[in-house]
């Protein structure tokens, strides 16, 4: 028997517009969903879920070996801001904003989290973007810093 390298890295992963703004609507939405579903696949990153509210996306993924939280994130905003921008779904010009929220998800808690993630626009209903980032960085024990987004 040979050894392999395994991993199960569930990581909740969250990043914002530029400025926080409401840029994608419902259509814009669920197409940069579907693509950045596509995206993953066709680079080998499991992702369970994910789903793009207007100023935000939210994605379940399982870490693979092959690379970094850092550089999957720069993948992911790099890749579907581009394809935002060249499919022309917005009025101007669309970015995403610096900075991510990257959160390890036990095992056990991932049917949880994922259902948490495809009830995003009942949640909306609550709590806005950042009330909820607030809340997900006290839950972790970090520090709310809410710096400029630019």
């Known amino acids: 028997m040979s050894t392999h390298s395994y991993t199960r890295l569930w990581t909740h992963l969250i990043w914002e517009t530029l400025s926080r703004e409401p840029m994608l609507d419902k259509r814009a939405a669920a197409n940069a969903s579907s693509y950045l579903t596509d995206y993953s696949k066709q680079r080998g990153i499991y992702m369970k ?3 793009f509210n207007a100023d935000h996306p939210h994605a379940l993924i399982d870490l693979p ?10 993948l992911f ?6 394809w935002i921008n060249q499919q022309k779904m ?4 669309f970015a995403w904003g610096r900075g991510y929220g990257a959160f390890s998800v036990s095992h056990s808690d991932v ?4 259902k948490y993630i495809a009830n995003q626009e009942e949640h909306h209903r609550k709590r806005t ?3 909820e980032f607030g809340l997900f960085v ?4 970090l520090e ?3 710096e400029e987004n630019r």
Do not use: F, M
């Open 77 to 82: 905003k790099g890749s579907s801001s581009h």
């Open 90 to 93: 917005l009025k101007g010009h």
């Open 129 to 131: 973007y950042a009330e």
């Open 138 to 141: 006290k839950r972790y024990g």
């Open 144 to 146: 709310w810093r809410d």
């Open 65 to 74: 070996t092959n690379i970094c939280i850092e550089e999957l994130i720069k």
């Open 49 to 51: 879920i994910n789903y």
């Open 111 to 114: 049917e949880k989290v994922a």
